[in-house]
C-alpha cells in the first residue's frame, strides 16, 4: 500500500521557521507533480504550494508566497516544506498530497497522514 | 482564480436515504473536477475524477455528473460510512488549485 509521511510539525512562536518532510514508500515520487495543502482547525482545505517532478515547476499559494519554499530530493523520494516568518494563521494540518497513475494531472490520488504545525507565542 | 462554491453547507439525513451534493464553479472548468470524502481526523479520500468517474475501489452508490460551472455529487442510499465531509476540487485552472468549502453530511 502507497503511503506518504510527512514529518517535522510541532510549535512554534510567530515569526519563526519549521521545515516539514514527506516521505514516501511503494510509491515513487520523481515523476509527479506533489503538492502541500493545508487544513486550520475545523476549516476547508487550502491549497499550497506544488512542485513538478524536476522542480522546474514551482507555485505557491498567495497567502505564502515569498515565506514559504517547496523543494524535492527524488534521489531520497522526498518532498519539503521550508515555512519561515510564520503567522497565527498558517496554524493547520499539512499534508503532503501526490497524483498518480490513474486519475490525471493535479488530482491528489494520494495523501500523507498529515504533520500539525501550531503558530502561538 | 476559480471560486467552487459548495451547497448545501450541511446536509442532514438518515441511512438509506440518498444525498445530493451541489459544486458551483465561477467560470467555465469543462469536465475537470474532483470530489474528496473527510472523515474526522483522517486525510481526504479522492472519490470522483473528471466529474463522473468513479476512483478505484469506491462504490458504485457514489456518482458525479456535472459540465462546465454546475456539478453534483449524489450518494444514492447513505450508509453509515458515508457521514463525513465532502469537497469539490478544480484542475482546470490554476494556479490556485482551489477547493470548495465542504458539504458536511450528518446523520438526522
Known amino acids: 500500500e502507497v503511503q506518504l509521511v510527512e514529518s517535522g510539525g510541532g510549535l512554534v512562536k510567530p515569526g519563526g521557521s519549521l521545515r516539514l518532510s514527506c516521505g514516501a514508500s511503494?510509491?515513487?515520487?520523481?515523476?509527479?507533480?506533489i503538492h502541500w495543502v493545508r487544513q486550520a482547525p475545523g476549516k476547508g482545505l487550502e491549497w499550497v504550494s506544488s512542485?513538478?517532478?524536476?522542480?522546474?515547476?514551482?507555485y505557491y499559494a498567495d497567502s505564502v508566497q515569498g515565506r514559504f519554499t517547496i523543494s524535492r530530493d527524488n534521489a531520497k523520494n522526498s518532498l519539503y516544506l521550508q515555512m519561515n516568518s510564520l503567522r497565527a494563521e498558517d496554524t493547520a494540518v499539512y499534508y503532503c498530497?501526490?497524483?498518480?497513475?490513474?486519475?490525471?494531472?493535479?488530482?491528489?490520488?494520494?495523501w500523507g497522514q498529515g504533520s500539525l504545525v501550531t503558530v502561538s507565542s | 482564480e476559480i471560486v467552487l462554491t459548495q451547497s448545501p453547507a450541511t446536509l442532514s439525513l438518515s441511512p438509506g436515504e440518498s444525498a445530493t451534493l451541489s459544486c458551483r464553479a465561477s467560470q467555465s472548468i469543462s469536465t475537470y473536477l474532483a470530489w474528496y470524502q473527510q472523515k474526522p481526523g483522517q486525510a481526504p479520500r479522492l472519490l470522483i475524477y473528471?466529474?463522473?468517474h468513479r476512483a478505484t475501489g469506491i462504490p458504485a452508490r457514489f456518482s458525479g455528473s456535472g459540465s462546465g460551472t454546475d456539478f453534483t455529487l449524489t450518494i444514492s442510499s447513505l450508509e453509515p460510512e458515508d457521514f463525513a465531509v465532502y469537497y469539490c476540487?478544480?484542475?482546470?485552472?490554476?494556479?490556485?488549485?482551489?477547493f470548495g468549502g465542504g458539504t458536511e453530511v450528518e446523520i438526522k
Open positions: 512542485i513538478s517532478s524536476s522542480s522546474t515547476y514551482i
Open positions: 473528471d466529474a463522473s
Open positions: 476540487q478544480q484542475r482546470s485552472i490554476w494556479p490556485p488549485l482551489t
Open positions: 511503494k510509491f515513487t515520487l520523481r515523476t509527479y507533480f
Open positions: 498530497a501526490s497524483e498518480g497513475d490513474s486519475y490525471g494531472p493535479y488530482y491528489f490520488q494520494y
